[in-house]
């Protein structure tokens, strides 16, 4: 039924294509639809996803450390001495596991990867909490069920493009092309004096982003660049740039030469906007992230994540210049496709996650002299998690993974969801400790909407699968 529903939205939203103008009153009608949740924000809010590319292991991320739990944990990753994707204990000499100490213990201890201290603070602060085994479902499912082939699931999976796709639009790669981030967007478009700015990704394309009519803006690295020659002389000529404007952003009766020539000439306009809005980078403005301290080298770099989300950061410090009152934010780190040399390399990347987090945690405590904590949600998203079993020196494809939230407004210090038992041949194990999810995404994305400011029947249409969970709220967001 929901894939009917489904096909229906894509029938009518190519139908309006198609029909061009004389079906714009109807578009305005489904653009209203909306209005009752976007009419009541007066505040600012925004969602920033942060992407973990490849699929983190969530098994070294978060660990149950309680005598059953730990031991079987040391049994099944310890293969040798050279190639053991095991951690360190709590006691070790070297590197120690961080402990937390959730609200909900769910009657064991956990803890959390040696380079997560950074989140630890923030976990401990209660501005932090874990999703306990989120994936993309269809339903709630078995074991028998999936083994069985008796329930529906999502298509393609552990492929890292399709479930990519899934995770951050609810359907495979190639096909609808919409994101519920940008979903998100469309409904609360109204709230904002410009939708243009509604959706913006510092780490390229995403699909994550792309609404029914919300379309995302990319910018990469630290400043909003234009296009080059359009306000100096060009080929040293004068008036050589009004020629160049012409040409790439003049009119066309061409309808291909016309619609790139719109799409050219709104990139300008947004450029202009958006240098005028963006905090400055710096004194003044938006600090500059320290570097982190390479845990394998021992050395002080650059964090790309953290410089992502300084930019974030200068632009929810220009929301007010670009009319925004609902913003979805997109920023990445790739490299967790640990199939290989895992303990090394997520050591790193997983340092990288928590100094940028705990960067921009205490940059929203003080943007522009205010506490903008309450009003930005910090969650993180990844193609699936990964096999508890080790294939020599890494994991390979899982399913179900755990996950972060951050801000303000969360309910931190708490583990939300069921952490699974620790082993293999558990009712949740579907082969090599790969896990059945028990949290949907539809569920988590659901969650988030609600603090938002979505309504029941509009979170319904962002998150079609909703409908089959009895629990459609988490919790996690006061």
Known sequence: MNQAN?????????????????????????????????????????????????????FNTVLPTDPTSWNEYVRIRT???????????????????????????????????PSLQPLKDLFDAGRAAVIANVGTLVQPIT??????????????????????????????????????????????????SSS?????????????????????????????????????????ATPGNNSFRNIIAGDYSDLFEKEH?????????????????????GAGGVPVPGNYVNPMTGVSEANPLAIQLQTVARLIGGRS?????????????????THDNQRATQC???????????????????LQGTDMRQQVTLFTASDFGRTFASNGDGTDHGWGSHHFIMGGAVKGRDIYGTMPITGLGHDLDIGSGALLPTTSVDQYGATLASWFGLTATQIADVFPNIVNFSNRNLGFMG
């Not at 053991?84 to 909900?104: D, V, Y």
């Not at 792309?210 to 690295?221: A, D, E, L, M, Y």
């Not at 020539?261 to 980078?281: E, F, G, Y």
Request: some cysteine; glycine content about 8%; hydrophobic content about 45%.
């Open 261 to 281: 020539a719109n799409v050219v000439r709104n990139a300008i306009d947004n450029q202009v906007v958006l240098s005028s809005a963006i905090l400055p980078a």
């Open 143 to 192: 074991k028998a069920q999936y083994l069985a082939g008796s329930a529906s699931v999502p298509p393609k999976l552990f492929s890292h493009n399709d479930q990519q796709a899934v995770w951050q639009s609810l359907q495979p790669e190639n096909t609808q092309g919409v994101g519920w981030g940008g979903r998100l967007a469309d409904i609360m478009a109204s709230a904002n």
């Open 321 to 337: 210049a670009l009319g925004a009152k609902r913003q979805v934010f997109y920023v990445s780190l790739n490299g967790f496709d």
């Open 79 to 113: 293969t040798n001495d050279a190639y053991s994707i095991a951690l360190p204990s709590l006691t070790a000499a070297f590197r120690p596991l961080l402990p937390i100490a959730p609200i909900n213990s769910q009657g064991r201890t956990f803890a959390l990867h």
């Open 348 to 366: 790193v990347l997983l340092a990288q996650v928590a100094h940028a987090m705990a960067y921009f945690d205490n940059v929203m405590s003080t």
């Open 6 to 58: 489904s096909s229906r939205r894509r029938f009518l939203g190519n139908l309006l294509a198609i029909a061009g103008g004389s079906a714009v009153p109807f578009t305005l009608n489904l653009a209203a639809m909306g209005t009752a949740a976007a009419e009541g924000a007066t505040d600012y809010k925004a969602l920033v996803c942060l992407y973990l590319g490849g699929g983190n292991d969530h």
């Open 196 to 236: 243009t700015f509604s959706c913006i990704s510092t780490a390229g394309n995403a699909v994550f982003l792309s609404g029914r009519t919300s379309q995302p803006i990319q910018i990469n690295g630290t400043s909003v660049p234009a296009i080059r020659n359009l306000n100096t002389n060009l080929f040293g």
